[in-house]
């Protein structure tokens, strides 16, 4: 199947679930989101210091005095919401130009998502959606780094590890995608995913 359908097909039965409504599943995608800030913290830091070897020292430091620090907070809480913004938007995007269907969007206590209940859609087009923020801005970062004035560039780093280390249930279920059955489906409820597959399919 190649298209999204608001029907499941016959001879089709759920063959997985992940869900985010677990304590142990958050529990353990947000130790490993800690990973991905480090790493990533890393990566991007390094990035930078090729790019722009002139901003060595200048970045992530932070000045906090009178109403600079006033500024500096509002900029850090702006650079968070714009970053969950984009990431969700990016899904959204993909929801809507690969697999053609509307998008839904969410915020539950911890984390945001987009989704399309109601929609199964083929595992090989969800796996491009949930990995399409990762990709496409850590790409966007890399250029605005590129180009950015030296003063944005610790915010420019932060937001691209917001959204890196923030990628890591999207991660997650990519790499269960990966082992789907072929002709898989997915149906998104946001904070669970139901993965189903022909009955007759196999893991080969």
Known sequence: MRSATQTLPAGYVERDRFTLKSRSTLLMLNLAGLGLVLVSAWFFIAVASFLRPEAEGQVFVFRFEGLQSLLTFLLLMLTLVLTLILHEAVHGLGFWLLAGVRPHFA?????AYAAAPGWYIPAKIYFWI????????SLLAV????????????????????????????????????????????LDHGDEITLYAPAHSSDD
């Open 130 to 137: 949930g990995i399409a923020p990762l990709l496409i801005l």
């Open 143 to 186: 250029g605005l780094i590129a180009v950015l004035p030296l003063s944005t560039l610790t915010y420019v780093i932060l937001a691209a590890v917001m959204n890196f280390s923030g990628a890591v249930g999207d991660i997650w279920v990519a790499v269960q995608l990966l082992r789907a059955p072929r002709g898989s489906l997915a």
């Open 107 to 111: 915020f539950r206590g911890t984390y």
